[in-house]
């Protein structure tokens, strides 16, 4: 553990968490600094207010209770981040952290980056440089505006520090640290792993199985769109059963559409972080529009097909098990046939090692205070 530090003293960092992806990002973090003794304060934001979609995760990967909630809940994209600001300033006016730590795409990243920037606290951004170069996607708007207004670019991979680097950022805003994802994977991967016993008689499997999730509004708000996916894992189910847990949104679409799916595409309901990382370290395959589960499945050596037509991502296609296989149905089919006979090469990108926390949390001590640490004016 490195104890070098800029500071005189420790430093006050808070740390936003507001969606359930956020959670296995705070985590080593989190427990990184208060390894170096630095004051934290944990904010949940409450973008994800059910606790099937937060709750269980904070309980699950042992973080605290937070110190702040700001319980925002859901709405359109202006309401919902407007919200998370209004809610949000009061907090750092009263409480006056001197790093804000955000992590991801989500409204709650952008929001209180953008409060934070405004207020005078050095912004740090976790995952930092990650581009889809898709504008239609709300979480690359937020993910670019966030890079904008944050001291520290904390990039998970070497293509996104090839993406900042283009952008003009300067060297010493850019920090390689690794993938925190992975830090709370690794860590958990073995009482993971001790569940799937159980959960493959509660989900009666016997033998291989494939795994899916859908919730990008692309996907699933149309149901023009998310029928003929579904008709695609249906024809995938005869070949080995899919599992899919079932997203609001995606119920939501589902409840009028009286299509009939058979019996071996099970749709079930969500499932906690360890769950889910139990029935991905055995998949057959994983079929997904998530970014993360792009990266757990790359990690853990286990094919993933992305139903998207682009991926912030591309490192887990180059060096991991990804392949980028588009919404055609015909064309999923087809791969995931091939990959279910061939399988794919384990392969895993440098620094997805579990220390991606601490490196975060030394590269922060070492940075110092605002009044020795340049703003990113000159851009």
């Not at 809940?73 to 809610?87: E, F, V």
């Not at 969500?270 to 529009?289: E, H, K, N």
Request: proline share 7%; aromatic share 4%; charged share 20%.
């Amino acid at each position: 553990m490195s104890q070098t530090s800029a500071w005189a003293s420790p430093p006050h960092v808070m740390l936003i968490a507001g969606a359930r992806p956020n959670f296995p990002k705070l985590k080593p973090v989190l427990d990184a600094f208060e390894a170096r003794s630095c004051r934290t304060t944990f904010v949940h934001t409450g973008q994800h207010y059910d606790s099937a979609l937060s709750g269980i995760f904070l309980d699950e990967l042992g973080i605290r209770k937070p110190d702040r909630s700001l319980e925002v809940g859901s709405g359109k994209h202006g309401a919902q981040t407007a919200r998370l600001m209004s809610s949000f300033e009061p907090v750092v006016e009263e409480l006056q952290p001197d790093v804000i730590v955000v992590a991801g795409d989500v409204n709650s990243t952008v929001a209180c980056a953008l409060v934070g920037a405004k207020l005078g606290c050095l912004i740090a951004h976790v995952e930092a440089g990650l581009r889809s170069r898709d504008w239609a996607m709300p979480e690359e708007v937020n993910r670019v505006v966030t890079d904008r207004l944050s001291d520290y670019l904390l990039a998970p991979s070497a293509d996104a520090v090839t993406n900042l680097e283009a952008e003009g950022y300067r060297a010493d805003q850019i920090h390689l640290v690794g993938n925190v994802m992975i830090d709370t994977l690794l860590t958990n991967r073995a009482r993971a792993v001790q569940r799937l016993p159980e959960l493959r008689n509660q989900l009666a499997i016997d033998g291989r199985y494939a795994l899916a999730t859908l919730h990008r509004p692309s996907n699933v708000d149309d149901p023009e769109q998310l029928l003929p996916l579904l008709e695609a894992l249906a024809q995938i189910s005869a070949d080995v059963p899919v599992y899919l847990p079932v997203h609001p949104r995606t119920r939501s679409t589902l409840g009028n559409s009286g299509i009939d799916l058979p019996d071996t595409l099970h749709l079930v309901e969500p499932f906690g972080y360890l769950d889910f990382l139990a029935l991905q370290s055995q998949a057959a395959v994983v079929l997904t529009d998530s970014g993360g589960i792009q990266e757990e499945t790359t990690a853990l050596g286990v094919p993933c097909l992305t139903l998207r037509t682009n991926t912030e991502r591309p490192i887990t296609i180059t060096e991991g098990t990804n392949e980028l296989v588009g919404t055609n149905p015909a064309r999923i089919i087809e791969a995931a046939k091939r990959v279910l006979r061939d399988g794919v090469e384990p392969r895993c990108p440098a620094l997805w090692d579990g220390k991606a926390g601490e490196r975060i949390a030394d590269v922060i001590l070492a940075g110092g205070p605002p009044a020795i640490r340049k703003r990113p004016t000159d851009l």
